[in-house]
């Protein structure tokens, strides 16, 4: 099975740099992925890593560590618009290209 | 173009009854995802769907939840005796095997209460 672990909630000033970490175990690693999810709204695709390092796009950036178990989603410049649930999802090899496990997601506010 | 669209947006039943959930994906995904989220929990993943290979039905709770794709495109939940602990925002995703992610683009949701 996998377990995978992230932050319930964050709290950060709009402007500023907040990470959100995500751990995971897994028998069989086959990519990460960092999801957004406004309140009642459909989880929508930030990232993707499948490699060790540092992928960036705008003010995401997310960061890969296979021997640690290891990602975090870095968000810069924050908006109040940013304001929403970061979910962190594991795809296990295991199931081939299938399915995703989710954590329980990170409610991040971002405060003016 | 067209994201996944699902109905109904909303459904309020009685315990007991049954229901049946739609979700329509993008057109040319061959994959078709069912997940359900209950308050404060994480998606849960439900059932799998890849061009004409069999279902992976690992995630569904109990036997009386089933789902169908018919022509490889529209899918339907359906959840037989409802039970209150059914009651969760059901999601519905797809994606395109041919994108090396294989990122998973999900529709707005059907949220089902069961009182």
């Known amino acids: 099975g996998q377990n995978i672990d992230q932050p319930t909630e964050m709290t950060a000033t709009e402007g500023a740099i907040v990470q959100i970490n995500c751990t995971y175990q897994?028998?069989?690693?086959?990519?990460l992925f960092w999801y957004q999810q406004h309140a009642g709204e459909a989880p929508t695709f930030l990232s993707y890593?499948?490699?060790?390092g540092l992928e960036e796009k705008g003010r995401f950036s997310s960061f890969l560590s296979r021997s640690k178990g290891y990602s975090y989603l870095l968000l810069k410049e924050l908006q109040m618009k940013d304001s929403a649930s970061y979910l962190c999802?594991?795809?296990?090899?295991?199931?081939?290209?299938?399915?995703?496990?989710f954590g329980k997601g990170t409610m991040l506010l971002v405060s003016p | 173009g067209a994201g996944v669209s699902q109905s109904p947006s909303n459904k309020v039943t009685e315990k007991g009854k049954d229901v049946e959930l739609r979700c329509d994906p993008i057109?040319?995904?061959?994959?078709l995802y069912w997940y359900r989220q209950s308050l404060g929990q994480g998606l849960e993943f439900l059932i799998y769907?890849?061009?004409?290979?069999?279902?992976?039905k690992s995630g569904l709770p109990s036997d009386r939840f089933s789902a169908e794709r018919t022509g490889g495109s529209v899918s339907t939940l359906t959840i037989q005796r409802t039970q209150q602990e059914d009651s969760a925002v059901y999601l519905c995703?797809?994606?395109?095997?041919?994108?090396?992610?294989?990122?998973?683009?999900f529709g707005p949701g059907t949220r089902l209460t069961v009182t």
């Open positions: 769907f890849q061009g004409n290979s069999a279902p992976d």
């Open positions: 897994t028998s069989g690693f086959n990519g």
């Open positions: 999802a594991v795809r296990d090899s295991n199931s081939g290209y299938s399915t995703l496990t």
């Open positions: 890593n499948v490699l060790d």
């Open positions: 995703a797809s994606s395109y095997p041919g994108l090396a992610s294989y990122e998973q683009y």
């Open positions: 057109s040319g995904h061959t994959a």
